[in-house]
């Protein structure tokens, strides 16, 4: 079997372009806990699981949550308890929208610059250990 690039790959990551900077730093930091792996100038990288989320300077915010033409990405954060996870950040001053679907709960939120963030149960049966993204 030939090797694929995802055979090379040592670390996926995903970078956020953002126009509020500074306060989308302080919200993935300090409110969601992601923990800081290095700063630059206009760049912060965070640790996003086995993943990172870098945010640098350079995009568009709107005062709303973005639409999908707008941003056609979600930040996805499975949680073993989507409504315990809601009200943690509720605490926080971030609005959370939960909904209850035939294939799990999801909680959708918006960061400063309104890319919408999604809380999705952990427990859904394609996450099970044997399935589990390493």
């Known amino acids: 079997m030939n090797e694929t690039l995802a055979d090379q790959v040592e670390c996926y990551g995903v970078i956020l372009f953002t126009e509020k900077f500074d306060e989308c730093v302080a919200f993935y930091r300090e409110k969601l806990g992601l923990p800081l792996w290095y700063e630059k100038e206009g760049l912060c990288c965070l640790r996003f699981g086995a993943a990172y989320l870098m945010i640098e300077s350079g995009g568009a915010a709107q005062d709303r949550r973005k639409n999908r033409s707008e941003n056609p990405t979600v930040i996805r954060f499975n949680v073993p308890d989507v ?9 926080q001053g971030i609005n959370v929208e939960t909904k209850h679907h035939s294939w799990g709960v999801t909680g959708s939120f918006t960061d400063p610059d309104g890319n919408v963030c999604s809380l999705k149960n952990a427990d859904d049966p ?9």
């Open 83 to 91: 409504a315990a996870a809601a009200i943690m950040l509720e605490a």
């Open 126 to 134: 394609f996450f099970h250990d044997t399935q589990k993204v390493p």
